[in-house]
């Protein structure tokens, strides 16, 4: 029932959940004792009185920020406040950019946020609204972790670099941290997917599912889900874009345009075409259709159909073939093979939603 503690003795089995993909947790996976005293954030009740499983999560969700928060200022003090303060530049400025990104940022929303959920006295609504209230706040995590692909690239060359490298453990032993730099570097881009999930905890577990609390712990999974989503959406945009450069640098006899005037990379995948002996790569960008040949580790180029020009025919008769074709040139069909029903769906639906988009893109306004 709502708000009953899970069922078992020793550790429960969300409390390992909750700390593993974040390394923000004490090493028992449970909380210890601050300043040598055992936590008692939940008011007066009788020394053997358990704490719930909401009041679990909240401690949860405070404590790890506090972890993280203490993380985040091993990074800029103990690391980028001492290239700053540095009489020899031991990093080029380019370097430090790509290598901490926004991380000052981050620590500061991460403090505010920390004294914040420090103010509210385990009170799982309290918590859900400090969420609410910094939701535009978020928006800098989008930042971090788009730069995330760059701060690893520029690690990875400082530490080829005996001088730097040398700096860095040095820094790591300073710290006595266990993990080296990238292990902390990586902390933001883990915690801010991390929030929603802590908060749909405290929902899941909710006395009551009504009500002005309950809204309010709803609304933060709503915005902290968004802002996940968003990030998660950037990331794959990111990684689609990297993927097309690719693409481009593979690409042989190509004499059109830069590929990324064609928008963003949709699919991509190898069919067995008809009346065609080797297998054709086909790749869809939001406004075109590449029809390409392996050739080793390269792409010939064959064909290209503009979307605003595609034409889909789904067989009938096969339940793994559609055809695609140029609505000009109806006879110079592409009868593609999939390999599986599953395939099949997701390329035929792309398609016809991209022909649908670059369709009414061309229909000139009063004929609409």
């Known amino acids: 029932a709502p708000g009953e503690e899970p069922p078992g003795d020793g550790p429960e089995p969300w409390v390992g959940g909750l700390h593993n993909s974040n390394n923000n947790a004490s090493p028992a996976g449970r909380l210890g004792p601050r300043n040598g005293r055992p936590f008692s954030p939940f008011g007066a009740r009788a020394p053997s009185a358990e704490p719930s499983y909401v009041e679990r999560v909240v401690l949860e969700i405070v404590e790890s920020e506090r972890t993280y928060a203490r993380d985040l200022r091993s990074i800029v003090e103990g690391y980028l406040g001492k290239i700053i303060d540095a009489e020899e530049p031991l990093l080029r400025p380019e370097q430090v950019s790509a290598l901490f990104g926004n991380i000052e940022d981050i620590y500061e929303l991460s403090s505010n ?31 971090y972790c788009n730069n995330y692909p760059n701060s690893v690239a520029a690690l990875t060359e400082c530490m080829r670099n005996k001088q730097q490298a040398k700096f860095f453990r040095e820094c790591q ?31 899941k577990h ?18 902290m889900t968004c802002v996940a989503w968003y990030i998660n959406d950037m990331k794959r945009k990111h990684e689609h874009a990297i993927r097309q450069q690719e693409i481009q640098s593979l690409l042989l006899n190509w004499k059109g345009p830069d590929l990324t005037t064609y928008g963003e990379l949709v699919l991509e995948g190898t069919f067995r075409v008809h009346r065609v002996r080797n297998e054709r790569a086909f790749f869809l960008f939001d406004k075109a259709l590449l029809i390409t040949k392996r050739r080793g580790d390269h792409y010939v180029y064959k064909n290209h159909i503009p979307c605003s020009s595609l034409m889909l025919i789904e067989s009938t008769r096969d339940s793994l073939c559609f055809s695609v074709a140029h609505y000009k040139h109806i006879k110079q069909q592409y009868s593609l093979q ?3 029903a599953e395939e099949k769906r997701v390329w035929t639906h792309h398609i016809k939603r991209l022909i649908l988009e670059n369709h009414h893109a061309i229909i000139p306004q009063k004929v609409r």
Not at 178 to 203: C, D, F, N, S
């Open 113 to 143: 946020l920390l004294q914040n959920l420090d103010s509210c006295d385990n009170d799982p609504a309290a918590v859900a609204v400090c969420f609410v209230t910094r939701s535009q706040e978020f928006d800098i995590y989008t930042q």
């Open 338 to 340: 999939a390999k599986s």
């Open 206 to 223: 909710f006395e009551h599912k009504s009500g002005d609390d309950y809204e309010v712990v709803v609304e933060a999974i709503d915005t």
């Open 173 to 203: 032993e300073q710290m006595r941290h266990a993990l080296p730099l990238g292990a902390y570097l990586l902390k933001p881009v883990q915690r801010i997917l991390k929030y929603h999930l802590l908060l749909q905890e405290i929902a």
